[in-house]
C-alpha cells in the first residue's frame, strides 16, 4: 500500500538560541521540501518543564499534549538539532522524555529524519546515533539515508539574513526531504 497526494513533516528544533545555526537550518526547509510536502515547526522545547514522574501525575502538561497531537498528525516528523557533548541537548531529550510518556506515544511507526548542524566539522553526527539509539526504544522508523549533518555551519548561512545559503547542503537536504517523502508513501 501506497500513500498518495499531500505531506506534512513537522520540526523539533534542539536549540534555543536566538541566533541559532539549526534554526536557520529549519527555517529553509520548507523551501527545499518536495512539492506536496507542507513542513510545519512544532512549539520549542523551550517550554516544557523539567520531566518529573510527580508533576505527570497531576496531569500532562499542554505542550506535551499539542505537540503529540501535532506530531500524531503529520505524515513524518524532522528532528533539527545541535550536538551537545557528542550527545542530545538537553532540552530535546526532555521534550523526548516527556512526550515519550503518553499513552500512544507519538514517535511509534513515525518516519523521522535528523538534521544536525555545528560550527565543528563533524555536523554534530556523534548526536545522531545517540537520538536514533532513543527512537529505536521508541519504535520510530528514522531513515537511514542520506545523513544530514552540516559541518562548519556558520559558513554556509548568510548570518545577516539567517538564510542558509550553500548550494550543495541545499541540495543535499532536499535530496533527504525527497527520500524522506518517499520512505512515508512506501509506508503507506
Ligand atoms: C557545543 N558544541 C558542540 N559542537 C559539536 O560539534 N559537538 C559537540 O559535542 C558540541 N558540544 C557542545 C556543548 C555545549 C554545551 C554547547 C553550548 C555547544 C558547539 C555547537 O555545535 C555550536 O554552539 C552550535 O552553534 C550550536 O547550535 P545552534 O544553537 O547554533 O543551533
Redesign the pocket.
Same mark, same amino acid.
Given at each position: 500500500m501506497t500513500k498518495e497526494g499531500p505531506l506534512v513533516f513537522a520540526v523539533l528544533l534542539? #536549540?534555543?538560541?536566538k541566533? #541559532?545555526? $539549526?534554526?536557520?537550518v529549519a527555517r529553509a526547509l520548507p523551501g527545499l521540501a518536495p512539492e506536496g510536502v507542507t513542513v510545519r515547526e512544532l512549539e520549542s522545547v523551550r517550554d516544557y518543564p523539567h520531566y518529573d514522574a510527580d508533576l505527570q501525575a497531576e496531569g500532562f502538561p499542554d505542550i506535551v499534549t499539542r505537540t503529540a497531537d501535532a506530531i500524531r498528525a503529520a505524515d513524518a516528523l524532522i528532528v533539527v538539532?545541535?550536538? =551537545? $557533548? =557528542? #550527545?542530545i541537548?538537553g532540552a530535546l531529550k526532555n521534550a523526548v522524555d516527556w512526550l515519550s510518556r503518553l499513552p500512544n506515544q507519538p514517535f511509534a511507526g513515525k518516519p523521522i529524519a535528523i538534521q544536525t548542524?555545528? @560550527? *565543528?566539522p563533524? *555536523? *554534530?553526527i556523534?548526536?545522531q546515533y545517540h537520538l536514533r539509539q532513543s527512537m529505536v526504544f521508541l519504535d520510530g522508523r528514522v531513515l537511514n539515508k542520506p545523513e544530514i549533518a552540516v559541518g562548519s555551519? @556558520?559558513t554556509r548561512v548568510d548570518a545577516a539574513t539567517g538564510a542558509l545559503t550553500d548550494a550543495t547542503t541545499r541540495g543535499l537536504i532536499g535530496q533527504q526531504l525527497a527520500a524522506l517523502a518517499e520512505f512515508v508513501r512506501r509506508q503507506g
Open positions: 534542539g #536549540s534555543l538560541r541566533a #541559532s545555526f $539549526n534554526a536557520m538539532t545541535p550536538e =551537545y $557533548n =557528542y #550527545s541537548p548542524a555545528s @560550527q *565543528g563533524f *555536523g *554534530g556523534r548526536c555551519v @556558520q
